[in-house]
């Protein structure tokens, strides 16, 4: 029996995979499997499913500009509601049924001859002629090594993996960590543990978060007046906008700086707690976190926050860099994910024969416009290095994915086989962007972020405006790219 060749192939059904998918069948392009590890959409949102998880970004715009919802419940919405509404777009446009669930990719091999990709799964090979990696950069937890781990006989579980077959009440508790993840969840277990022990290496920023619930009538004036919900759409992203102009200009957030610590002043009495939480980087230089119950969390008889990182562990007791001893029935790891070295390497092997992974041990993943790797033919990296904006992954995905499909569409009217981004034109946009993100404050804020690899180079962040970017991703120029036309293609044009 024949393999069939795909013209597309997308890995993954996160936000990005469903996005990669209705775009492709939009534009009549719907030779594509797509294939899915789990058994349900969602990606993060499917994995992460931590008490109190949700999102920072606002409904309105935390979602597709093509599907717009009037069912969120609050202006931030929660885990549920979220892989909800990824549930119901998939099902609304049809993509559903075409995802191939159950069914991860173990290895993908670029076929120099036959300008194929070879992409080997759980459930068989396939053959394509171009795919789209719809992984996305938060998927891999980080769970630190440390010395006598092994020793510890309690429950231990990461955010993204979390147990909820055990029962916290009563328990004492240790979270590692004080990430986007630890002040949701914090606020949430604190109330039901006998003690909460939090270990914090570097107090973040903490901004109250303007959330509200959205009633009956709110969700009817949506729904009937789509007019709202458009206007609503573009006063947050003119909101993050402006952040986004202060990351790139850190001293026009010093303002806001200082608002921020007399708030604190308000929202932590004891002066040595408010001391320890106060941080010591410039706003904006590690993630912006928004929560309204983690400070109040922070303050209770059953809480302690131990400033230094977790070094060691001894049976059940955890041990903290000043040497502070604990003994606990639980540890939580809540030290997010390896975004330097996005999971997706280890499976890829490039033109040149290399893992991926192998090429990114010792430097950063780089790519154009977050998108095309070097050596690596017809394939497409969503929401890849130095492309992340401080804005809804929705909005950044599908303009990668605008581009992604005017590449494909072009590649098919023209019969091009194997198409690479240039070597001159990969370095000299690199260059430009590491040149351009000294200033910002991902980079001169005084802070080691998971923005920046062991080298201190930046690897995730683009240094301009969302505008730009959606601009620079506008329409494929097959002109960045060294094409490769199909035999047909050829005989046509002589």
Known sequence: ????????????????????????????????KIIEKADRVGGTWRENTYPGCGCDVPSALYSYSFA????????????????????????????????????????????????????????????????????????EPQTPSLPGLESFKGEMFHSAQWNHDYDL?????????????????????QPKVQSLFVFQRTAPWVLPKPDMPLGTASKLLLEKVPAIQHAWRETVASSLNVI??????????????????????????????????????????????????????????????????????EGNTVIAANGERHEVDVI?????????????????????????SDLWKDSSPEAYLGTALADTPNAFLVLGPNVLVYDSFFRLSEAQLGYIVDGLKKMKQKGISKLAVKAEVLRSHNELVQKHIKGTVFNSGGCKSYYLDQNGRNFAAWPWSLARLQKALGHFRLGDYDVVFSPQAQRKAA
């Open 169 to 189: 009440t009563g328990k004492r508790v240790a979270v590692i960590g004080t990430g986007a993840s630890a002040i949701q969840f914090v606020p949430q277990i």
């Open 244 to 313: 986004n102009l202060g990351l790139r200009h850190p001293s026009a957030l010093k303002p806001v700086s200082q608002a921020a610590k007399q708030l604190l002043k308000l929202q932590v009495k004891d002066k040595a707690l408010r001391k320890a939480v106060t941080p010591n980087f410039t706003l904006g230089c590690k993630r912006i976190l928004f929560a309204n119950n983690y400070y109040p969390a922070l303050q209770a008889d059953n809480t302690t926050l131990i400033p230094h990182g977790l070094v060691r562990v």
């Open 68 to 139: 717009p919802s009037s069912r969120w419940s609050r202006l931030f919405a929660a885990q549920p509601e979220i892989l909800s509404y990824l549930e119901q777009v998939s099902r609304d446009y049809g993509i559903e049924p075409l995802i191939t669930f159950n069914t991860e990719l173990k290895n993908a091999r670029w076929d120099e001859r036959r300008h194929l990709w070879v992409l080997d799964t759980s459930q068989g090979q396939d053959l394509a002629r171009t795919v789209i990696f719809a992984t996305g950069p938060i998927t």
């Open 332 to 356: 939580i790891w809540g030290t997010g994910f390896d975004v330097s070295h996005p999971p997706i390497g280890q499976r890829v092997v490039n033109a040149n024969g290399e893992r991926l």
């Open 1 to 32: 029996m024949t393999t069939p060749i795909y013209d597309t192939y997308i890995v993954g059904s996160g936000l990005s995979g469903l996005a990669a998918a209705i775009k492709l069948k939009e534009q009549g392009l719907d030779h594509f």
